[in-house]
């Protein structure tokens, strides 16, 4: 049942740029199942999104894969050359952008743009794509959808974009769909109605989804698996039930912490100090240990490797080296 | 003055606001966009009064009618009893100031935070010497918790919590009792956010400033105010007390709203039946006649299409704009 | 930066264990961790950006050198620009069209006389018998300033009126905007055309520095303050309506600011870069303008050289002394390219919207 569709080992992604190399992915490994929601989270800088864009080629100019592997059913695409590239992409696995005002295009109708992907990838003729086209946006919930084939982006509202986007990104019957902050830029009755038709669409049609978002309480609601990212590293992946119970990163914890939640008003919130790291200007050691409560010398001066620690818990802190060796009383064996 | 008499003045008065932008309509015809349309709420001093709703709802332009960055098409604003005119807010924005949202386009990039933090001290000229102004700007700095030593840097050399929290500073120079916060942690990512919220808080509990809290984000409001007020549509629909609010929202409203709140949680998250609101918020320019709400609402009647109701107290200061609930 | 990928990576549990690792960090050593980049203004972040540029860097070396030619070549060169030319306190008729570097038979008879050696005439003479070096030198001043105090002249006006009516808005902004339209449809070359003749009749002699340049030039010098402001007047119309949504200028009137105080510290250091942009590209073209004219005849007085105006007297000989053509020609692509490169070099350092 759970085939591993998708493998991301060691990514390494720098930014050249003319202040130096900004290395925006520092080594980060992941699986994705099929059919599973995997969530990304981190705040701005932390690489999420480079990650997702690393998986579709799809990075600035000065952005480059520097080392690792991206394993798609087993075959490193970042090895395909562009043909494969271009088949990859949209018919394999497609993405949905934060902005819907402009990832569309405005000189276009809402139908070409829609056909133009499905004629794209399919060998369907017009009249088919026409059709495929009108079922799409019916499947994303658009009324009326022969009326919105021949309207412009800007006669629509921000949420009926983002439902076309989804409709244009699941028009090839993808694997995977890659959300990067899909509902950032819309307000939160319309968020409600794209998270829930997202998981109605993954759970008709079958996709995995990585959703890549700042917001813990849109990946609470929607992931199996869940990646915390800090400084371009994995700091912490598991089970949301994992990460939101047990979390075993400082960070993670942290970022619990800081969260105002719905019951109790007057507790106050615990931030997280300091200010987000400097990409141009990473530390030798652990990139979060600056801002850690709980740093130690020994993070300081050594990225922390990551540990297992249940079947499905993965987490790279200092602080668990430290459990396990006071639990076994500084015995050096795994 | 018989407010006089009551224990507690009314910091703030806000009476029947509106709000309306000419919007072109072709060959020089221009039609009435109600960003306000009849805004009413009081703040005492040292409270905190969240103003919650999507975009698009007109709670920015209420912030900035209530500062006179907009000329109000109609409605009053008192400040400590005394009516705020054009003429008389020179002096009245020494009581009252404003934090904005973005934290990068909120600070002139070709200014050092010295001048930046110092410009409202310039303006209004509270200082008699260098030495003075000098020492004004490092203890607002200390304040906000930013380091004197970052005086002399620029605007863009800090990252967001940082900026904002520069923003706030310039904001305290005058010494006012009443701020608008117009979203100041919605740019923020969620680690830097807390940091903000407390310095509000600390602040407030300090210098004993009131608040008007704009935010979409009902976890951040809610945690903050004291009281929390909804709009729709350029209108309020309700206001309560915070606790109030979120535990008996009466406006249906307001219920989707907090039914559309992501939680942090999964196990709650996932169990939660979310009420999803179905279609999209009306354009300004086409008003929905009677209740704004009426569209998207599930217990509309006919009579939320001829009659647009009312806010009314239900107790406890209470108030919601529905005939049904 | 690199240390990170040197760095052994040790598998937790076969490194050697060491506790006192594991103790809490101390404030100090954790902020050593934090450091902030080092401190740059904007401009001193431009003129590096500006720096790295093989192109900009070329045009400015270029500059700089034709703007010491025309300081020191005339203490240097011993002829005038309108001084025909003399051996020995005598005419020398003999120095009609001279080729480059060669001398006339009288320079030659002279020097074999005297032994003394007398300066060459490094582009030759014209059929005036005038040293042709320090005529195109002379042109290139005359071209040159007249492209800078028109850009100059453009620059102010421009800047005033754009920023007045971008930051006023409204109904004062729609008038002036109209007014900028119909500045816009007067043909320009017609205007300064009658202009100069107009003035020619009005008042034929003018005191000065006036009067050398001649009526034509003050004509071109009152169209660019009349009619070429309009093109940056809009465009720092346009700027100032987008930097005037930035929430720092809503911030300063939250203040209480007044709108000159908000116009001079908040719009117009931001439009700064656009400025620069625009008056370095205005220079060509205004170069170009006043070429054109005196290449018609429309130009400096004679017998005032200005570049235009060599290469229209160059146009007679053009058989026989094509280089008479070539130099003014040559000078005048030089400056246009160089100024054209030095403008887009610094869009490239000033734009914001291609910085990072």
Known sequence: ?334 | MSNEEKKVQKLVEVEGLKQYFPVKSGWGKTIPLKAVDGVSFDIMPGETLGLVGESGCGKTTVGRSILRLYEPTAGEVRYNGELVTRKNMHEFRKEMQMVFQDPYSSLNPRMTVEDIIGEPLDVHKLYTTKGERRDKILHLMELVGLNAEHATRYAHEFSGGQRQRIGIARALAVDPKFIVCDEPVSALDVSIQAQVINMFEELQEKLGVAYLFIAHDLLVVHHISNRIAVMYLGKIVEIADADELNDNPMHPYTQSLLSAVPIPDPKIAKAKKRIVLEGDVPSPLKMPSGCAFRTRCKYATERCAQECPALVDRGNGHKVACFNQ | MSEMDKMPKKAPFSMQIDLSKFEKATEEEKRQQDVMSESTTFFKDSMRKLFKNPLAVFSIVVLVCIILLIIIAPKVVPYGYSEMLQVNGVRDKTAQNLAPMTYSEKELEYMEETGEKLFPHIFGTDELCRDYFIRVVYGTRVSLSVGLFASIIVLIIGVLYGSISGYAGGRVDLIMMRVVDIIYSLPDMLVMILLSVVLKEVMPDMPGLLGKLGSNMVAIFMVFGMLYWVGMARLIRGQILSVKENEYVLAARTIGAKPGRIIRRHILPNCLSVIIITTALQIPSAIFTESFLSFIGLGVQAPMPSLGSLANAARGGLNSYPYKLLFPALMICLIVLALNLLGDGLRDALDPKLRK
């Open chain 1, 1 to 334: 049942m759970s085939e591993k569709i998708l493998e991301v080992k060691n990514l390494h992604t720098s930014f050249f740029t003319d202040s130096g190399e900004v290395r925006a992915v520092n080594g980060v490994s992941f699986e994705l199942d099929a059919g599973k929601i995997l969530g990304i989270v981190g705040e701005s800088g932390s690489g999420k999104s480079v990650t997702a864009y690393s998986i579709m080629q799809i990075l600035a100019s000065t952005g480059k894969v520097v080392d690792g592997q991206i394993l798609y059913r087993g075959e490193d695409i970042l090895k395909y050359n562009k043909d494969q590239m271009r088949q990859f992409r949209g018919k394999k696995c497609s993405i949905i952008f934060q902005d819907p005002m402009t990832s569309l295009n405005p000189t276009f109708t809402i139908g070409s743009q829609l056909m133009e992907a499905i004629l794209l990838h399919t060998s369907r003729n017009k009249q088919e794509a026409h059709d495929r086209a009108a079922e799409m946006l019916t499947l994303v919930g658009v009324n009326e959808p022969e009326k919105r084939l021949k309207q412009y982006p800007h006669e629509l509202s921000g949420g009926m974009r983002q439902r076309v986007m989804i409709a244009m990104a699941l028009a090839c019957e993808p694997d995977i769909l890659i959300a990067d902050e899909p509902t950032t830029a819309l307000d939160v009755t319309i968020q409600a109605q794209i998270l829930e038709l997202m998981q109605e669409l993954q759970k008709k049609l079958g996709m995995a989804i990585i959703l890549v978002t700042h917001d813990l309480g849109v990946i609470a609601g929607m992931c199996d698996e869940i990646i915390v990212m800090y400084g371009g590293r994995v700091c912490e992946r598991g089970t949301a039930e994992d990460i939101f119970y047990s979390p075993k990163h400082e960070y993670t914890k942290g970022l619990l912490r800081s969260i105002p939640s719905t019951g109790n008003q007057k507790e106050k919130l615990v931030p997280i100090g300091g200010t987000p790291i400097n990409l141009l200007n990473m530390p030798k050691g652990c990139a979060f240990c600056a801002r850690c409560s709980e740093a130690m010398k020994v993070c300081l001066e050594a990225v922390p490797e990551e540990i297992q620690l249940s079947h499905s818990h993965y987490a790279s802190c200092w602080m668990n080296v430290k459990d396990l060796m006071q639990k076994e009383g500084g015995a050096s064996n795994e």
